[in-house]
């Protein structure tokens, strides 16, 4: 049987052959010769099984590593030697390759995964959401349209309206998991143009309120979207580095005056240099009574919603228009997972949704809302996934514990950084804490040059990061509590490697 049915095929070649003019064969050896040359492409079971291991085994290699790892670590090359393998038409091999990786990518410059990471807003990367990329990845699963992915999409909006219920919005509520903190800021800002109706002609005639603490991404996003030049108000802000209500409501109140138009306030949930919670609930009575937009910057702190101190600290949150909330930051994730919920959907939708005539396909089924009409976006990344599986798979409860103990680690800091002879600003609302060596007698100049030699002393040191800011003119140092990995032993390293930087100026 087997017999005859090769003997039919291949009497059926050489009769197509025979029929086809020789340029047709020609075609199917170079097709089959393509085929070939791709096979790399798509590596086989046993293939897949002996990358899969030694990636594995890489990264088991720097978790295995990374309590002891130094959390700054100053290379002299800073990874050049990466460049001296250009892309080119043959591969090199995975050893090779893995090597270049730990040596001159994972290792020089700061070191996020680590719980020494004390500068800047500190990042995490969940084991979990690895897992999560990887399966993301092989099925790359369409996740920007509900037809082409009902099930991930179901899972974004899932998690959407989980984060809109931690912030206190209504069923109303829309959002979508963007790729960081300044685009979700910049997508709140341009909804809330969209909301208010502001056309070009009025910019220069409305009004945004935010104090210099405000993130930068939101100055970005003004000027991205096209909003240059509306009048940007800092209001003043008091001792605690939190707005002012009393002069935001003069402030407006004589922009009403003018002739202005008051279009949109925004606080902080958390600013990034100090960490300091604006009265959101006072804010929200005047945004409701002034008829602005009202959005809350809780990139860094919005997740601390989940605990009972956070939700006290972040009251009001709840009334606003719109609030940004990095996964990436107080929940977690590795490095690219953004979020912005808004109160209302229909304003949402109607500044971001698109449909081009090649997706009519797409557009008769119903369903859920496609994250493609809520944000810029179209095909994307299957965020959902990275955030869906730690949360899924351990709860909500461990999250809590590591945010509870990061609130009471900096408060540990906050009073044994004094005891070492440091002064320090206001008592932390959320996780960041500012303090500064300045001894007696000394110079503005001189506080300024030892609290420098001090940064850059700890980041030689490396065993702890920690960065500095500007606060009111003065070189100020910071510590962040926020990595998952961050523990008491952490804080008294920290503690630790201070201590002998500042006995450089007091002996
Ligand atoms: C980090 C941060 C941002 C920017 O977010 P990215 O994820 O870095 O883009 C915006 N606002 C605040 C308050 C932040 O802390």
New binding site residues.
């Given amino acids: 049987m087997a017999k005859t049915s090769l003997d039919k095929s291949v009497k059926r070649r050489e009769r197509s052959e025979r029929l086809q003019p020789k340029a047709d064969s020609e075609l199917m050896a170079r097709l089959r010769a393509l085929e070939r040359a791709q096979r790399p492409l798509d590596p086989g079971a046993s293939r897949r099984k002996r990358l899969r291991g030694e990636v594995v085994a890489a990264s088991e290699r720097f978790l295995r590593k990374i309590d002891t790892a130094k959390a700054f670590e100053e290379s002299e090359n800073k990874g050049e030697r990466l460049l001296s393998h250009p892309i080119s038409e043959e591969g090199i091999p995975l050893e090779t390759a893995i090597e270049l990786l730990e040596n001159d990518v994972f290792l020089p410059g700061g070191q996020p995964a680590s719980g020494g990471y004390l500068a800047y807003?500190p990042g995490g990367g969940l084991y979990h959401s690895a897992l999560g990329d990887f399966m993301a990845a092989v099925t790359n699963k369409y996740s920007g349209l509900f037809f082409a992915g009902p099930g991930a999409v179901r899972m974004e909006n899932m998690l959407v309206r989980w984060a809109a219920d931690l912030v206190g919005y209504p069923a109303s509520a829309s959002g979508h998991i963007s790729?960081?903190?300044?685009?979700?800021?910049l997508v709140a800002i341009t909804t809330a143009r969209d909301a208010h109706g502001l056309k070009g002609a009025e910019f220069a005639t409305t009004v945004v309120y935010l104090t210099s603490q405000?993130?930068h991404?939101?100055d970005k996003a003004l000027r991205i979207a096209g909003l240059a030049e509306v009048q940007v108000r800092h209001v003043p802000i008091d001792g605690h580095y939190r707005m002012r209500t009393d002069a935001l409501a003069e402030m407006i109140a004589a922009d009403r005056t003018q002739g202005l138009r008051p279009w949109l306030i925004i606080a902080?949930?958390?600013?990034?240099d100090t960490g300091a919670i604006d009265p959101l609930d006072e804010i929200a009575t005047i945004a409701q009574r002034e008829r602005c937009w009202f959005h809350v910057?809780?990139?860094?702190?919005g997740f601390f919603l989940l605990t009972e101190e956070g939700k006290a600290k972040l009251k009001g949150i709840e009334r606003s228009d719109s609030a940004?909330l990095?996964p990436?930051?107080s929940l977690f994730l590795p490095?690219g997972a953004?979020m912005v919920v808004v109160r209302d959907a229909a304003p949402l939708i109607a500044s971001q949704h698109y449909s081009g005539s090649y997706m009519q396909d797409a557009l008769c089924e119903a369903g859920d809302i496609s994250p493609s009409d809520v944000s810029p976006e179209l095909t994307k990344h299957f965020r959902a996934l990275r955030m869906w599986l730690p949360l899924i798979l351990v709860g909500t409860r461990p999250f809590r514990a590591a945010l509870e103990e990061k609130l009471l680690l900096a408060r540990y800091f906050y009073e044994e950084v004094q005891k070492l002879g440091f002064e320090v600003g206001p008592p932390p609302d959320l996780t960041v804490v500012t303090y500064r060596w300045e001894p007696p007698g000394a110079t503005t100049e001189e506080v300024d040059r030892m609290n420098q030699a001090i940064v850059d002393g700890t980041r030689h040191d490396g065993r702890v990061f920690l960065s500095s800011t500007m606060l009111d003119g003065r070189f100020t140092l910071r510590m962040v509590a926020l990595h998952f990995r961050t523990h008491l032993r952490t804080i008294q390293l920290a503690l630790r490697v201070l201590r002998e930087q500042a006995e450089a100026f007091t002996e």
Avoid: L, M, Q, R
């Fill in positions: 807003i790729s960081g903190g300044s685009i979700a800021n405000a993130h991404s939101i902080a949930g958390g600013t990034t910057d809780a990139a860094y702190g940004v990095d990436h930051k490095y953004g």
